[in-house]
């Protein structure tokens, strides 16, 4: 079982980045997926969320407006297009999948937010 993430990186305050992790080893249809982030000192928290069913989102406020969560289940791989970037959403990002008795992270990818 893998989760890779990729896509993180050094931007500018306003500009974009696109996070991908490419799951495999399960069924990656059958898994509610999520994003979560991690700044230094600070807990683990869960950034945007979305179901096995596509049309199921759900963001942290910190995160509306300027976030997107994907999945593309043909390959294996759930996205978070990040826009507007600020400095504050400057972390460790990490996927997650879940569903009842499994779950499984990555590695994660660093995001930096500075000029």
């Known amino acids: 079982v893998q989760l890779v993430e990729s896509g993180g990186g050094l931007v500018q305050p306003g500009g974009s980045l696109r996070l991908s992790c490419a799951a495999s080893?399960?069924?990656?249809?059958?898994?509610?997926l999520r994003w979560y982030r991690q700044a230094p000192g600070k807990e683990r928290e869960l950034v945007a969320s979305?179901?096995?069913?596509?049309?199921?989102?759900k963001y942290a406020d910190s995160v509306k407006g300027r976030f997107t969560i994907s999945r593309d289940n043909s390959k294996n791989t759930v996205y978070l297009q990040m826009n507007n970037l600020k400095p504050e959403d400057t972390a460790v990002y990490y996927c997650?999948?879940?569903?009842?008795?499994?779950?499984?992270w990555g590695q994660g990818t660093q995001v930096t937010v500075s000029s």
């Open positions: 979305i179901g096995i069913v596509n049309t199921i989102t």
């Open positions: 997650n999948a879940r569903r009842v008795a499994a779950e499984y």
């Open positions: 080893g399960f069924t990656f249809s059958s898994y509610n």
